[in-house]
């Protein structure tokens, strides 16, 4: 079956920390991992990872992937209030003609001022 | 912007009574999704579609139907509601820019 596991669970850090969330998968017929931000409303995209070990970067965050091992991390420096949320890990994979998408339970990020 | 919208974006009923929810998305995507949001769960696939009228179930989609009569418009109904389907219900398209999922804004669904 496939599966996706997040961890921690969560997690409390002040500001100017620098946190890394994992993702970790078991998916038949892997095609790109995503990272999801959800704040009180509906997940907004971060990134598609579908290479190992390229990294993907946007501003204080970054991400990269390992094919091999099956995880992800997603990093985030100097950490905000604002970056509060929770971090969703997913993966996508090609079936019967369509795009299905395992998502992880996700890690709550509570950044303290 | 996937240009997607969701409505009613918050709904009350009672247990027992039907009930739709509508996505509506303005770009001619081929893939939508219906999922439903609880704690402890994370986002669970009720129902998606690959085209007009082509539709499939996903991982809990007793107590749920789906269809779409036309490109822009995804229907879920949920056909006599319990208390149970109180949660959460975002749609999402596949699409551009990254050619992966996107989500509509949610709606609240509370059933009493």
């Known amino acids: 079956e496939d599966k996706v596991v997040q961890s921690p669970l969560s997690l409390v850090v002040h500001e100017g920390d620098t946190v890394t969330l994992n993702c970790s998968y078991e998916?038949?017929?892997?095609?790109?991992l995503l990272w999801y931000k959800q704040e009180k409303k509906a997940p907004t995209f971060l990134f598609m990872l579908?290479?190992?070990?390229i990294e993907k970067k946007s501003g204080r965050l970054s991400s990269i992937l390992d094919k091999k091992e099956l995880f992800s991390i997603l990093n985030i420096t100097a950490t905000q209030t604002g970056d509060s949320a929770i971090y969703l890990c997913?993966?996508?994979?090609?079936?019967?003609?369509?795009?299905?998408?395992?998502f992880g339970t996700g890690t709550r990020l509570k950044v303290l001022a | 912007d996937a240009g997607i919208t969701q409505s009613p974006r918050h709904k009350v009923t009672e247990t027992g009574t039907p009930v739709t929810l509508r996505c509506h998305q303005t770009?001619?995507?081929?893939?939508m999704y219906w999922y439903r949001q609880d704690p402890g769960h994370g986002l669970r696939l009720i129902h998606y579609?690959?085209?007009?009228?082509?539709?499939d179930k996903g991982e809990v989609s007793d107590g749920y139907s789906v269809s779409r009569s036309k490109t822009e418009d995804f229907l879920l109904t949920l056909e006599s509601a319990t208390s149970s389907q109180t949660s959460v219900y975002f749609c999402?398209?596949?699409?551009?820019?990254?050619?992966?999922?996107?989500f509509g804004p949610g709606t609240r669904l509370t059933v009493l």
């Open positions: 999402a398209i596949r699409g551009p820019p990254a050619d992966t999922q996107y």
């Open positions: 998916v038949t017929n892997f095609r790109s």
């Open positions: 579908t290479s190992s070990g």
């Open positions: 997913a993966v996508e994979k090609p079936t019967s003609g369509t795009y299905k998408y395992i």
């Open positions: 770009e001619n995507h081929r893939y």
């Open positions: 579609s690959y085209g007009v009228k082509d539709t």
